[in-house]
Each structure stands twice: as C-alpha cells, then as structure tokens.
C-alpha cells in the first residue's frame, strides 16, 4: 500500500480496492475466468484487509472481507448451513503470524501458552456433508456461507465419500467412542472438507476438454468446483473428483480440534497431512517444511491452516468479520504480489544497455524481498502503461529477476507520473543511440564509467575468481589499479594490502585467486569478453564449432551463421567485436599477462567428438535446488552428454529437470505440458549415457 496516506487517501483506495477485488472474484468464482494470479488477488485483498484494520471505521457490509464468495446456482434446492462455513484470514510471513499469536494473548491471556493445530491446506472446493442415522443425506457448497446448494447427488459419485460411517477403529476416548456411536445410530453428524482434483487428473481432464472444443479451466480447484457444481450427476461421476475432510462439525465429546482428526480416518474419511503444534516456532517449522514438499503431492497445496488446538478457546475467541479469530491460513509465499511503483532509475550495462528500473515498496515474491524490478526497455514500459505512483503486480522471471507483470489503473488517483525515458546516458552524458529494428537504447560511449564497471562484474564471474565480487571491483576501479580486465592479473599483493579493510592474508588470498584462474576454457573465455548477444551456451556453440580463439575470430559472416542458434544480428555483433581494436587489443594483453585457454580434448572441428551422444539435441531446462550437485554441475553433465541448457521453458523444452523450491518455470511447463522430471529421474537419464 502507498506509503503515507491522508484518511481521505485511505477512503478512495479503499473504495477502489473493493471494487477492484469484487471484479476480479467475480471473474473467478462465478465465470471462472482469471485476468490476474490468485496470488496478485491475494495481494490485493490483504492490503484491503490490513487498511480496514488500521481504520474499522471504512468497513461496510458490501466489503469482500466480510463476507464469503459465491452467490447459489439456480436450479439447485437451497440449503441453510447450521453453523455457518466461515473462510479464514490469510497471512503471508512470520510477523504476521507473531503479531496474531499476540493479539490472541491478549484477548484470553489466561489460555496462554497456546496449543496449536496445523494443516496442509488443500486449494479445493468447501463442502459441507450430513449423516443421518449414519446415512449420508445431505451434501452441499459453501454458498454464501450460510446457504448453499444441495449436489448431494454429484457428491455421491466421489469415491473417497463414505456413503454410510461406521467405526474402522478406535477412538481417543471412550467418552468419544460411545457417544459417536450413539449419533451413528440415532442422530445427525455433521462433516465438512474439500472436493478437489489431482493435478494429472486435471490436465489430462483440461486436454480432452481443449480437444472437444470445449471450454477449460484454470486450475484443478475451479474445475473441481465446475464439476459438482453442474446439474447432470453423470458427468460428475465421470470426472475424477476426490475428497478431504478437515472438521467435525457435531459435537461428538472431542475437546481438541487434533482429536477431530483421529475420528475422521476412523468413520472412513481421508484427511490432510498435520501436526499439533507446541508453540508457534512449530507452526513455522510445520509450515517451512509442507512449503519445500508442496511438489511432491498430487495435488494443489496453497498452504497449511493454523488453529488454537483447545475446540472451547476457539469458540470463545469468537468471529471477526466473515473469519474465526482463532484461525488463520499461512499461504506460501506468493509468487505475485502487488506494490507501490515509487520511481524509476536508468541503469547502465556492459553494452551500454539503458534498463528502467522500477523502484518498489518494498514487498515479499516467492519468499525474497523485492525492492526494484526490471522494466526491460522503452517499449514495455509503453505496453504496460506504468506511471510512477501505479500500484502494480510483481513476478518473478524464470523464477528469479524481479519484473512487473501488469499494472492495476483502476487503483489509481490521478496523481501518477508518467515515466520519462532519458535522452543522455545518465552516468556520462552521451546521447543515447537505438539501432533500428532493436528494442533497447544505448549508451555508444565505449568508456563509459558505467559499462565499464558492469563489464568487469561480468568478466569476473566468467572467469569464476571467487572472493571477487562488485564491492571489490568498485574499489579497485576507484583507487586506479586497474584499467582492463588484465590488469587484475597484474596486481600483486603490495597494491592491494595498503587499502583499508585488507589485511595482508586477505590480500594474499585475493591475489592466488586471481592467479589461479589464468587458465580457462575456450567457451568461458569467449562468454567472458562479453560480445553482444553471446551468451553462455553461444559460446560453447562457438567454441565447438570453430575449436579455436583464432578461428573464431577470423570466421566470416557466413561461417558464423553455421552455427547452430546464431542468427544474422549475433553474427553481425561477433564479426563487429572482432574488428575492433580495442578489443583484439586487450585479448593480446590477457594473453600478455598470462592467460591461457585450455586445449580441451575432441572439440577440434572434424575429429571425431569424444561427448555423449545419449542427450544430443534435447533441451533442458533447470528449476528449484537440486540434491546431489549443484545447478552448474548439472548443466555441466547435459553438456557432456550431448544436451543443450535453456534458461525458459518453451514448446521446444524436452525436459524440466525441478528440485527442491522450482518456481514460474515449473508452472509454465506444467501448462505447456513439458515433460517434467525429478532429481531421481534426471540421474537416471545421465546414468544412462
Ligand atoms: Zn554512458
């Protein structure tokens, strides 16, 4: 939310936020349509929910956070909920959840130490299920919360249903056992959990619906949700529709909401992974460790659900609004969330590129706190129409860079700015150029302070000299030791020990860093100069394509064009790096200084290649933290073995490889119907070689 506000300010985003959210769970729960993430919506909705804290006076009936979503199908019967189905308050990070241990202290200090109750939360679709006499009667939605529909008929086609509860096992007391027998026999019980899809069910589902012309779903909880909620029982019974349960709504003599879930699995329902929780520390170990094994489960987990354990506490703390105040939902963290775009900078990179930078309220994307995004370039910011002062929506690029993703001009005021691009490199001053048919502005000047410094950052990290980073590049750039890259290879220890803050060792173990790394291959050597439009896997082309510095460098247009990714425009920029002086300049130097590009065996053109062949030509793509080796081992061993490593998920994608925490590029290969593996499955197809 914008920084400071007047109560006014409050008031109008207030107002805008509901009726922004209003549009967008419209679109979502009624048509099942998304414009925008349900993580974006969440955003969105917690921002609302937070400012109606801070001045209850804005909250009115019509607000989303007072009521729950839905409005019943006509042609269903009604029916009226005994006890309401409430929603539950999300919460998005540690504070918060600290913040709400405290409140609930000081509502009932004398219940403290709390006891905890945690649960996967399973992204599916609520429903309420009522035995009578140990007969299921009556199954309905949630509705409005406090009427539903009856789909009782569609709910019977669910196999993990119990038509009829009987005793599997034990129950925690005998107080429990004789009273639930009773109500089995004579009375009414009431349970109430989710209807949901496993995620394979609900692509190939979506896939058979694409190719009958018909319309498909989102994600796997709408279209659970379309399938009970649709007047012919048939086509329910013909969708693979599961079922959760998570309360007991009867009192059946339990006094723990934990002793709820050993009934359940004892009257034959299926329940979540949980854990009683000792203290809050648990609830956020509990939490950590559902969110690293979320992508083991066949199905869509958006959290866990977090409960005051003791059944009288958390009737006693009572509702606020549309949610019990003993309950909330941890969600994981977002992987879209909306902020304040506060201003935007021009930065400069080692091909004098001018990249607009957003600068942010700061806010939580996939569990990293972001500060700035990229706006990539001119034409983007025009797509997305961002003003300075837009409230916008966060993602993350391949998981990792930062962008904007869309902006939200209903939520705007009229005080917003737009974005100037600048004219002048804002470091030296020189005019900016844009050769034609090219997205991004330029800064041509080729001593530019600003290209200079980022060329060195990336040099260093081409030639992986660790304990190098940009604070110590800055430095020596600031002190005059170096010029060029080469000169890092001529500094000795006497230049660097008399700056302050580098003892002598640290001086020492700067300098054999350096002199370690004199030796390296073709392709890092290639990657390291830094040629416009030659990346990492460019240069392992280049480098196994013509097998020499000196080929390279002498290729012609035409030659270049052979290999395998390179287009006229990188052609174009090779054969231009290597006409200029400066540049054939400083490889002489590096060569000078004692550099030295190692000879690797079987890359020389027309020999025979000594590489596997088993993974030749498949594109792999790497996402989320692997086990046994680390993200540039694993691209190492595709590379042996013939592969190639992209950095996006594209149709042409062969394998996502995903780990532990894979973010956007999991999703986007789930949705392209990419062939996803496992880390087990990926050292088994290297074993294979
Ligand atoms: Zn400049």
Redesign the pocket.
Known sequence: MPEKMSKGQVKQRIEKLKKLISHHRYLYHVLDRQEISSSALDSLKHELYKLEQKYPEFITPDSPTQRVAGKPLKGFRKVRHKVPMLSIEDIFDQEELRDWENYLRKLKPEYYPFEYFAEQKIDGFGISLIYEKGRLKVGSTRGTGTIGEDVTQNLKTIESIPLTLELHRKLPSKEIEERTKRLIKESEIEIRGEVYMDIKDFQRLNEKLKKEGKRTYSNPRNLAAGSIRQLDPRLAASRPLKFLAYDIVTDLGQKKHSQEHEILPALGFRTNKSKICKNIDEVIDFWKKIEKERNQYPFEIDGVVVMVNDNLLLQQLGVAGKSPRGMRALKFSPKQATTILKDVKFQ?GRT?AITPVAILEPVEVSGVKITRATLHNEDEIKRLGVKIGDTVIIGRAGDVIPEVVRVLPELRTGKEKKICFPQR?P??G?KLVRPEGEAIWR?P?LD?P??KREYFYHFVSAFDILGIGPKIIDRFLDEGLIFDPADLFLLKEEDVSHLERFAEKSAQNLISAIQSKKEISLPRFIWALGIRNVGEQTAIDLSEHFGSLEKLKDASLEELQKVPDIGPVAARSIKNFFQEKRNLKLIEKLKRVGVKIKQERGISPGKEKKKGQSLKGKIFVLTGGLETMSRNQAKEKIREAGGRVSESVSKKTDFVVVGENPGSKYERAKRLGVKIINEKEFLKLLKNI
Request: contains cysteine; proline residues 0%.
């Open positions: 400069v004098g490199c470091v030296c020189t800064c000047n530019c600003a290209r």
